[in-house]
């Protein structure tokens, strides 16, 4: 597909076996990207996905990549042993201070609200991992009626606070009551879910016509501010949460695209997945990124010491930068229609 007024649209292709092959041997890397992509940049060891060079301009005036980008084929060998969906107990750490998450986690842009809005064929939409509500609030300021889902009673409670209405319970557990939807949007979240019990859950709930719409924040600081931040981590916490810093964070998320899209192909009830993105950026002081560090599954239950430690260095590359940077963001959207009931 085109590059349309909000951003790059695609469909996903297939990749060649050889590159499954490799994917599937990542194992305990894939458990560090679950953990690190609620909200922070991950690897994987395999060759990246062949990529397009940027061609085109969003509407935000950042290059973006254009064409084709491969995914792995249902019929590749089997996935580690422990898959991303299946590892509860970091799932359930971020409710452990739900105000600092909602008041530093990065917002979505406007465009890509604006653009599944407009995809939807209706305003009802059930937000999968509401977490404290970030994306929710925003789907409701743009005219949807939004009902949530989410595994943790504390980030539950934070966002019924704050207006919405929330259900606890896991997502494949979830009983939806014989209520349907016009989307099903998942923010940071899907790859803590089953992707074929997921979808297959969606396909359950999501009227004909209807969107499944799962989405991430991926972003990348400048090189020297990534440098900085790569080697603090090797001197604090050396392993692959150091590595992650150095290589583009698309990469990495790749894999949580192409399983997301796998699970949607594997039930059968949706058109093919469509990836679409939309770039975007946000400054941040020296203290507004060491308040939201810890947020992230790979570091909120580090020992205090650790921590401490941590953002101290992270702090100095800050301010060698100048007291403040501006962070590039990806929020890359893989998405399916549902097709009319059998």
Known sequence: MGVGAYGVRRRFCHAPKSVAAEQDALGGVEQLLAHVADGYPCRHRASPPSLALPTRLTSGHVPTLSGHMT???????????????QAREAAESFGSDPERY?????RYPDAMVEAIVAASPGPDV???GIGTGIAARQFQAAGCRVLGVDIDA?????????????????????????????????????HWIDPVAGAA???????????????????????DVAEGFSAVHRRVMPGPLADMWARPALEGYSVLFTRAADGIREVGAFGEPEQW???????????EWL????????????PTAQLEELLTGIGAVVDAAGGSFTMHYTAVVVTAARTSAS
């Open 71 to 85: 995914t792995v084929p249902p019929e590749r060998a089997p996935l580690s042993e422990r898959q991303p969906h």
């Open 102 to 106: 909602d008041r530093t986690r990065p």
């Open 126 to 128: 059930l937000d999968v």
């Open 154 to 190: 504390r980030m539950a409670d934070f966002a019924r606070r704050h207006g919405l209405e929330v259900e606890v319970a896991t997502f494949e557990a979830w009983d939806p009551a014989g209520r349907t939807f016009d989307a099903i949007v998942s923010g940071q979240t899907w």
């Open 201 to 223: 859950k969606v396909a359950e709930v999501l009227r004909p016509g209807g969107r499944l719409v799962l989405f991430w924040n991926v972003f990348q600081p400048s090189p």
């Open 277 to 287: 993105r939309f770039d975007w950026e946000q400054p941040y002081t020296r203290d």
């Open 291 to 302: 308040d939201q560090l810890p947020t992230g599954g790979g570091y909120a239950q580090l």
